[in-house]
């Protein structure tokens, strides 16, 4: 049966909803211990999960109890905000069905999501540098993935998701779209932009990036966030790598405010943003241990947006000397497995709301009701590759007439990926590294 549950993921391609693409069916092939669903929803403005917990608590439920299944574990947690009051009070109405599930409450702290801080705050468990929750017996799946998971149980694959629109639009809200979706037309579902000159960001302010309406919803897009294009969050997003480095070299303080407020460094990882900014600024030995550190940043952005105080990027800089790194064809050597909690992690959690404030976002926090979408959705153009791994292979050609929920992509032999359906029935227009189908009535 377990190994059902994870064909089943396969086939209907399911993949984690929460912003990552790794393919779920390769998680639910583990064995593990516990499985913990990330419930906690931490990038600011985006509204999704909270909703979907509130909406489907069962479908939740169902799906964890799916995923318990397919990996053997005894013990389900539900890691979610306790700010989530409506949810937790539904969630906690089908969980005393099942005393192997627990609802464990998490503070309103930027990155309680990160799957590091996540398995620590619920277990007391650090997982090893570069390491994941499998290595101490853990699965981690997010709120969507695993409804996903529940509605695979029921035959339906993954040709739609919920999104949250907000920012400068008319009518923030969250709304359902067929996967290919364009950006465009999600905004203009939402009543359209009220400003002229925008920008758009997808999937949170911090660990999002700036992306053209043109571009198409994804299995990862959970939200949109419309800003004007000389909104601090988007200048730091669209700068030039150059100028970066240029105001590096002049205006850091030498302060180590990045260090002090990263996730990873408090939780014991050999991860030094000032000694980056250090190095880059003023030369550094080559290769030392601080700069192949960035392999351990997962670029969540609280060094950047909540430490620095000089408006510098030190993010950037990791991800940069991370991938120079990596042209050089240096590898991660950091793998410690026992390490020593921050004795002042407690203390230096990021609160969302004061994060919000920093990010000058408060005009943008707004409630983003479901709303039914009114809008007729006659065009996609579906990615091949929306997901960690290679991208999936066409099924069909141009020309060919299909009906939704139809096969359209399969897993190339052999590699990770994940299946791609017709998330709208009609005629295949273009196959290139989207799939274009156009509604024919």
Same mark, same amino acid.
């Given at each position: 049966?377990?190994?059902?549950?994870?064909?089943?993921?396969?086939?209907?391609?399911?993949?984690?909803?929460?912003?990552?693409?790794?393919?779920?069916?390769?998680?639910?092939?583990?064995?593990?211990?516990?499985?913990?669903?990330?419930?906690?929803?931490?990038?600011?403005?985006?509204?999704?999960?909270?909703?979907?917990?509130?909406?489907?608590?069962?479908?939740?439920?169902?799906?964890?109890?799916?995923?318990?299944?397919?990996?053997?574990?005894?013990?389900?947690?539900?890691?979610?905000?306790?700010?989530?009051?409506?949810?937790?009070?539904?969630?906690?109405?089908?969980?005393?069905?099942?005393?192997?599930?627990?609802?464990?409450?998490?503070?309103?702290?930027?990155?309680?999501?990160?799957?590091?801080?996540?398995?620590?705050?619920?277990?007391?468990?650090?997982?090893?540098?570069?390491?994941?929750?499998?290595?101490?017996?853990?699965?981690?799946?997010?709120?969507?993935?695993?409804?996903?998971?529940?509605?695979?149980?029921?035959?339906?694959?993954?040709?739609?998701?919920?999104?949250?629109?907000?920012?400068?639009?008319?009518?923030?809200?969250?709304?359902?779209?067929?996967?290919?979706?364009?950006?465009?037309?999600?905004?203009?579902?939402?009543?359209?932009?009220?400003?002229?000159?925008?920008?758009?960001?997808?999937?949170?302010?911090?660990?999002?990036?700036?992306?053209?309406? =043109?571009? /198409?919803?994804?299995? @990862?897009? +959970?939200?949109?966030?419309? #800003?004007?294009? %000389? $909104?601090?969050?988007?200048?730091? &997003?669209?700068?030039?790598?150059?100028?970066?480095?240029?105001?590096?070299?002049?205006?850091?303080?030498?302060?180590?405010?990045?260090?002090?407020?990263?996730?990873?460094?408090?939780?014991?990882?050999?991860?030094?943003?000032?000694?980056?900014?250090?190095?880059?600024?003023?030369?550094?030995?080559?290769?030392?241990?601080?700069?192949?550190?960035?392999?351990?940043?997962?670029?969540?952005?609280?060094?950047?947006?909540?430490?620095?105080?000089?408006?510098?990027?030190?993010?950037?800089?990791?991800?940069?000397?991370?991938?120079?790194?990596?042209?050089?064809?240096?590898?991660?050597?950091?793998?410690?497995?026992?390490?020593?909690?921050?004795?002042?992690?407690?203390?230096? =959690?990021? /609160?969302?709301?004061? @994060?919000? +404030?920093?990010?000058?976002? #408060?005009?943008? %926090? $707004?409630?983003?009701?479901?709303? &039914?979408?009114?809008?007729?959705?006659?065009?996609?153009?579906?990615?091949?590759?929306?997901?960690?791994?290679?991208?999936?292979?066409?099924?069909?050609?141009?020309?060919?007439?299909?009906?939704?929920?139809?096969?359209?992509?399969?897993?190339?032999?052999?590699?990770?990926?994940?299946?791609?359906?017709?998330?709208?029935?009609?005629?295949?227009?273009?196959?290139?590294?989207?799939?274009?189908?156009?509604?024919?009535?």
């Amino acid at each position: 049966m377990s190994s059902e549950i994870a064909d089943m993921a396969r086939n209907s391609g399911i993949v984690g909803a929460g912003g990552a693409g790794f393919p779920t069916h390769v998680k639910l092939s583990a064995k593990v211990d516990t499985f913990i669903v990330n419930a906690a929803e931490c990038e600011p403005l985006l509204r999704v999960d909270q909703q979907l917990m509130t909406t489907c608590p069962g479908k939740l439920i169902t799906g964890l109890q799916l995923g318990m299944k397919a990996t053997g574990a005894k013990r389900g947690i539900i890691a979610v905000k306790r700010k989530y009051k409506t949810a937790i009070k539904k969630l906690k109405q089908v969980v005393k069905a099942d005393s192997r599930i627990e609802i464990f409450l998490l503070d309103d702290v930027y990155p309680a999501g990160d799957e590091h801080v996540l398995v620590y705050e619920a277990l007391g468990k650090i997982i090893p540098e570069s390491g994941l929750p499998l290595d101490i017996g853990v699965v981690v799946n997010n709120v969507y993935t695993l409804i996903n998971l529940a509605e695979a149980a029921e035959g339906n694959p993954i040709v739609s998701r919920y999104v949250t629109i907000t920012g400068a639009v008319k009518n923030p809200s969250t709304m359902e779209f067929p996967i290919g979706t364009s950006i465009k037309d999600a905004i203009k579902a939402a009543g359209g932009a009220t400003i002229d000159d925008y920008q758009v960001l997808i999937n949170g302010p911090m660990m999002g990036t700036v992306i053209a309406p =043109k571009k /198409p919803i994804t299995k @990862l897009t +959970s939200g949109i966030i419309v #800003l004007p294009e %000389n $909104h601090f969050v988007i200048r730091m &997003k669209t700068e030039r790598i150059s100028s970066k480095v240029i105001v590096t070299k002049a205006a850091c303080i030498r302060c180590q405010l990045c260090t002090d407020v990263c996730p990873r460094f408090l939780l014991g990882h050999e991860l030094h943003p000032d000694k980056v900014m250090r190095g880059i600024a003023w030369g550094a030995p080559e290769r030392p241990d601080y700069m192949t550190g960035t392999f351990l940043c997962v670029e969540c952005g609280a060094c950047t947006y909540y430490g620095c105080p000089m408006g510098l990027d030190p993010c950037k800089m990791m991800t940069e000397v991370k991938g120079q790194l990596r042209v050089e064809g240096l590898k991660n050597t950091h793998n410690r497995k026992v390490l020593s909690i921050h004795p002042e992690r407690e203390y230096r =959690k990021l /609160p969302v709301k004061r @994060l919000i +404030s920093r990010l000058d976002l #408060l005009n943008y %926090n $707004h409630e983003c009701p479901i709303r &039914k979408r009114k809008l007729q959705i006659r065009k996609v153009s579906i990615p091949l590759k929306q997901h960690i791994g290679d991208p999936a292979i066409p099924t069909v050609k141009v020309g060919d007439s299909v009906e939704k929920g139809a096969l359209i992509g399969k897993i190339p032999d052999g590699s990770l990926g994940a299946v791609i359906h017709a998330s709208i029935s009609g005629i295949i227009r273009k196959i290139g590294q989207e799939i274009v189908i156009e509604k024919t009535k």
